[in-house]
């Protein structure tokens, strides 16, 4: 079965994102400064109890490529937050499915016990579920938003994507975090053919028969995601593109987000630019914080599709 999330149109012209400094049709590439570090980001690991159609990170059962980070890990890079005094509001975890590295619940008590607002990533399904009880005990639950991926709000559309029996206990584990209290969101994707006011409409259906309580309208509680395929055409970005799109540099994420991963085979945790650019050399910023904080270039196509054109950020 084809992924229903998968865009027709052109290759992309292989001349393209190939020089950080120009385009391939010699004009300057956009950059983007480093400003004040909001949201730090971290990949627990690629692995996943579910094989996505079209998961731009390849997450699966079987696929460590990202290893798992330690607690250690995250609490030296709080801790270099802290000794820099950096204005950090916000930590993140993501994967793969973060709840399958073992240590998540005592890196979310961690970041919240430091004062952070803390947004975790997650399918609510048996990784999850697992560890109701150490979920049920974090302190400061108030500063914790549980993202929980959905793909679509009709199940079919979902399981086209994520798997044959994947939508009943992803729905039961939204809804199980909703009945604790916890402050919840969801993440869709955009499907060719339907309009956002649509996509929001039937999401907002959903939640209504699930009793939940969560504002489609809203779309930092319903993030809808543009499509990422890598391998269709977009345009470049240019110096230019600012002013012609309406685009303010500061406004993307790798303005004020970073995100540490630690790639299998590697020394040790490293920074990269962007969420979704783990495995690209050119995203690679250092292994500190302080490393990091330099400009990047726009050199990939996530950075045209889904931040400049497609107006998304992975975080709040």
């Known amino acids: ?11 992309l012209d292989p001349a393209k994102f190939r020089d950080p400094l120009r385009t391939a049709a010699g004009e300057v590439r956009a950059s983007v400064a480093a400003q004040a570090l909001e949201t730090l980001w971290f990949n627990t690991g ?24 330690a607690l250690a890990d995250v609490a030296a890079y709080l801790d270099e937050i802290a000794e820099a005094g950096l204005p950090t509001r916000q930590i993140g975890f993501t994967g793969g499915e973060p709840f399958m590295n073992r240590e998540l619940p005592a890196m979310l008590a961690l970041s919240l016990e430091r004062g952070f607002e803390v947004l975790v990533l997650t399918n609510a399904m048996r990784p999850m579920r697992r560890f109701e009880a150490a979920i049920l ?12 991926s959905l793909d679509h709000h009709i199940a079919a559309i979902h399981e086209a994507e994520r798997g044959p029996r994947s939508w009943a206990p992803a729905v ?16 869709g994707r955009s499907l060719p ?17 699930l009793g939940i309580v969560i ?9 809808l995601f543009p499509e990422m395929d890598a391998g269709l055409d977009v345009p470049e970005i240019t110096t230019a593109c600012w002013s012609i799109l309406g685009v303010v540099p500061d406004s993307l994420m790798c303005a004020s987000s970073r995100m540490v991963v630690w790639r299998r085979g590697e020394a040790g945790p490293r920074v990269a ?10 995203f690679d910023l250092g292994a500190t914080l302080a490393e990091a904080a330099r400009p990047v270039a726009l ?12 107006g998304a950020s992975c975080a709040t």
């Open 137 to 148: 005990a974090l302190p400061h639950r108030e500063r914790l938003t549980f993202r929980v």
């Open 299 to 310: 050199n990939h196509p996530h950075c045209a599709r889904f931040c400049v054109l497609g």
């Open 193 to 209: 053919g339907e309009t956002e006011a649509a996509a929001r409409a039937g999401y907002g259906a959903l939640f209504a028969q």
């Open 273 to 282: 630019a962007c969420t979704l650019l783990p495995f690209e050399p050119g």
């Open 1 to 11: 079965m084809t992924s229903p999330f998968i865009s027709a149109g052109p290759m």
């Open 215 to 223: 504002d489609a309208a809203d779309p930092g509680s319903l993030v």
């Open 46 to 69: 690629t692995l996943c109890n579910l094989a996505c159609r079209t998961c731009y990170i390849e997450s699966s059962p079987v696929n460590d490529a990202l290893a798992y980070l």
């Open 172 to 187: 039961a584990g939204l809804q199980w975090l909703a009945a604790q209290g916890f402050r919840v969101a969801v993440a």
